[in-house]
Every structure is written in structure tokens, then in C-alpha cells.
């Protein structure tokens, strides 16, 4: 099941009881009346966990490739963005868990393998094999049962748009908002385009008509959906059953979840708090999910975790790993990982909830407002965030340049373990990037630039 290792993992896992209520019937709602098991397990347990869960720790355990379509699939969400400071949030969270990858790889997974489709308002990249299940939640979409109304809107607002776009998509095959010039389309005035065939495009691609073919310089680019997805999987899943898939997705993602309505759930997964709200009792009593209490987290309200984890806790509460995380090569401990402004782990505030790391990605506060930097990372150093730095990358030169880095304990500075682990890093992510130079001029601490210097100049 696991195997034991030096770590530092206490044996506090436990059941709580919670009191019976004999008279009562099961709720429909959040808290099932049925007693319920409660794990109870203390904030590293819970840390590592999630960390594990995301192949984020003990060390990269996935390569190439191949290596990618397990990450993603293990994340649940790969989240895209179009900004590329020194690479997109999207490759970085994969480099991050993956030997050897290389930038665009989840392009190839998705537009040229079709393994993994995109889709949502928040934009994020989800298995092709799951399209059935999403192809419930765009209908609900389309006929405004759920999801964000201005969907349904648009079918209205911009009808004979919508008609002339499936016709050319029809005719040509592959349609992007580029092809059609601004001076021969209504202006519109929307958060998704100014023009009404991108909000006609946008529309279809949200209701599941079209999908995105391939994208060119981050843009979609358009087809009917018979086009890109297999034709067994262009159907809908019974409805309780994509419920079911969208609670389980939902928790998967977080790791341990509460099940809160977001503005990303909203947007872009599904909805999954409205479906708890029908089945988290009788999930909870067939063992699709486990309740959990994380001593040292702020509030009593329980956190969830699916029930084929349940092992996997036991296995970390009694100092075991389990052998599926074994890292390929160097652990956390023996190279500290950057992490991704988007990663599931530290972006939305959960860096503080995880590590009491304060991080806000501060690349949309104006320059003023800023507190380090334009694009600044977290650096993961075993199983904590310790560090975070600001960075550019010279195209001109081929030069990463490190433009700030700031530590969390200043102890660090002189810490030889510590200043070996973060020049491999600096080093790996220096190929990843396809720089020739780097540039670490602008760190204070003279033992840790000395380090990463040197790493470089050795690669």
C-alpha cells in the first residue's frame, strides 16, 4: 500500500464520530443525518496530500510526453492563460511535474492526439474520454438551467450571426475570429469580443456545436464538433450520473474540498456545490467521499475527500509514501520546483491555507501597487513554499534574468542544502525555458547566487 520513509509524519489519523440524530431523515442538502465517519488528520498531513495528489510531491514522478497526459489527468484542470512572460502558467504547471517536458506538449495532447479537449469560462483543458459529461453541462448552459446566463442571451442577441457562422463552419471546415475583419461585422461592446461573429463563435463553442480545432498564437481556431471528437463520444451522459462525475471532479481537483460555490465552479466546472446539495449525504454512505477535519484550519466545517483516498491518508499518517509518488529522479528535497501563477495548489489565496504563503499573482495590480513582481513564482522546497522570485526572459539576448528573489526565512541564505536544491531547480528550468544565459545578478544572497551560478555555468 505504501512504503515507510524518513519523513516526519505523525500517526494522527483518527475517526470522529458525530453525534446520531435516530429521528432524523437524510438531508438532500450539504450535511447528511446518516453518522458519518469523520477522518481527522493534522495540516502537514493535509499539505502533503494535496501536494501528492497533484504530483507535486515527493518529486516528479511522470516524463515526457506520456508523462504529461498522466499529470493532466492527475490535476484534473489544466488551467490556461494567454500571457507569456517567460512561458505560460500551462506549460510551467506541467514542468513542474514532468521530466523533460517541453513547452506546447499539452497543445499536441489536445489538438493533434484529441486525448484532452478545452472548454468553460474559466478556461481549462479536461480529458476528451469525459466529453459526454460536459456535453450535459452545455446544454443545461444553452438552455439557461445553469451556468453563466449571458450564454443563453447570446442565442437571442445575436441569432443571425450564430446562423451564418455554422454555415461557414460547414463550408471552410475551420473558422477563427481573425477571418473576418472588423469593418464587414456588427460592433458589439461584450467581455468576449467586439465583434458579433466572435460572440456567435463563442456562443456555439460554449454549447458544444464546435470545439477548438488548434489554436495559432494562443487563439482558437474552430470546428464542428463531429470534426474533432470521436464520433462514440459526441453524446450525453444520463443526467444523475454527470452529477455524480462533477462532485467527484470537483474534489478530485482540490484534493480535500468543501464544496463552496465559486466563481470558477461556476464558470467553468460545472457547478459541482449545486449537485452536492442532491447528493453529498448519499455519497458520504456509499464511500464515493470521506469527510475530513484538518486540525490547525481555520473553521469547523468539514472538507471532502474522495473515498478511494482513504489509503492513501492512512498511508501518510503512519509516515508511509506510497509508491505510486516515488519520484523518477531527484526529490523536492534535492531540487526546489517553481511553481505556476495558475497552480491549483497556491493560486485564489490556497498558498496561505496550504503554507502560510502570502501569494497574489500581481501581474494585473499596476506597477505601483505591486509588492515583488510582475510575474513572480513560489519556490517549493521539500514539501514547503520557502521562496518566490520575479523574472524576465530577454529574447533578444536568450537570457533568463532573475529580477528579484525573496525569501521567506532569511535563515535560508546561508543554508548550503538549500542553495544546492534551488540551483538544480534554476538549472532545469533554464532548459525548459530554451535559454542559452541566465542572469542572477539581482539576488542579495551571495552564497545562493553563487550556487546558481555555478549550476549554470556546468550545464
Known amino acids: 500500500m505504501g512504503r515507510d520513509r524518513d519523513a516526519d509524519v505523525p500517526p494522527v489519523l483518527a475517526h470522529k464520530k458525530e453525534p446520531s440524530d435516530a429521528g432524523a431523515t437524510q438531508s438532500a442538502h450539504y450535511e447528511a443525518t446518516t453518522p458519518m465517519p469523520t477522518i481527522l488528520i493534522d495540516s502537514e498531513i493535509a499539505r502533503r496530500f494535496i501536494l501528492g495528489k497533484q504530483g507535486l510531491w515527493p518529486g516528479r514522478r511522470w516524463r515526457g510526453i506520456a508523462g504529461a497526459e498522466q499529470a493532466i489527468r492527475a490535476i484534473e484542470y489544466l488551467q490556461l492563460d494567454p500571457l507569456q512572460i517567460i512561458a505560460r502558467s500551462q506549460d510551467i504547471t506541467l514542468h513542474s511535474r514532468v521530466l523533460d517536458y517541453t513547452p506546447g506538449q499539452w497543445e499536441e495532447l489536445a489538438y493533434q492526439q484529441r486525448t484532452f479537449f478545452d472548454w468553460g ?15 450535459v453541462v452545455m446544454r443545461r448552459e444553452r438552455d439557461g438551467e445553469s451556468g453563466d446566463p449571458r450564454i443563453h442571451r447570446m442565442a437571442s442577441e445575436h441569432a443571425e450571426a450564430i446562423v451564418e457562422m455554422r454555415a461557414i463552419l460547414r463550408e471552410r471546415g475551420t473558422v477563427s475570429n481573425r477571418d473576418f475583419a472588423m469593418a464587414s461585422r456588427t460592433r458589439t461592446q461584450s467581455y468576449r469580443g467586439r465583434k458579433d461573429s466572435a460572440l456567435a463563435l463563442y456562443y456555439l463553442w460554449r454549447i458544444g456545436e464546435v470545439m477548438t480545432h488548434h489554436r ?3 487563439e482558437r481556431v474552430y470546428a464542428l464538433t463531429e470534426n474533432v471528437a470521436p464520433a462514440h463520444l459526441i453524446r450525453e451522459s444520463d443526467e444523475a450520473e454527470t452529477n455524480r462525475f462533477l462532485v467527484k471532479k470537483e474534489v478530485g481537483f482540490y484534493g480535500l474540498a468543501r464544496l463552496n460555490r465559486m466563481a470558477e465552479s461556476f464558470h467553468g466546472r460545472g457547478e459541482p456545490d449545486r449537485a452536492a446539495k442532491q447528493l453529498l449525504g448519499a455519497m458520504l454512505d456509499e464511500g464515493d467521499l470521506i469527510a475530513v477535519q484538518v486540525e490547525g484550519w481555520k473553521g469547523k466545517a468539514a472538507y471532502y475527500a474522495l473515498g478511494s483516498d482513504a489509503d492513501t491518508l492512512r498511508d501518510l499518517s503512519a509516515g508511509r509514501v506510497p509508491q505510486a509518488w516515488d519520484p523518477l529522479e531527484t526529490s523536492t528535497l534535492d531540487e526546489a520546483v517553481f511553481l505556476a501563477p495558475l497552480d491549483p495548489v497556491s493560486a485564489r489565496g490556497r498558498a496561505k491555507l496550504l503554507f502560510g504563503f502570502d501569494y497574489v499573482w500581481e501581474v494585473y495590480k ?56 534551488l540551483a538544480r531547480g534554476f538549472a532545469r528550468f533554464v532548459t525548459f525555458l530554451g535559454a542559452s544565459m541566465q542572469d542572477a545578478s539581482a539576488m542579495r544572497e551571495p552564497l545562493l547566487r553563487r550556487r546558481v551560478e555555478a549550476a549554470q555555468g556546468a550545464r
Not at 469560462?121 to 456535453?135: F, K, Q, S, T, Y
Not at 509588492?371 to 521539500?382: A, D, E, H, I, S
Open 121 to 135: 469560462g474559466w478556461l481549462a483543458v479536461r480529458p476528451m474520454d469525459e466529453l459526454p459529461h460536459w456535453r
Open 366 to 421: 499596476p506597477e505601483g501597487q505591486r509588492k515583488f513582481g510582475y510575474y513572480t513564482l513560489p519556490v517549493l522546497w521539500g514539501d514547503r513554499l520557502v521562496a518566490r522570485f520575479d523574472s524576465k526572459l530577454d529574447r533578444a539576448t536568450n537570457t533568463f534574468v532573475i529580477l528579484g528573489f525573496w525569501l521567506e526565512d532569511e535563515a535560508l541564505a546561508s543554508d548550503e542544502t538549500f542553495g544546492e536544491a
Open 216 to 218: 495559432e498564437r494562443f
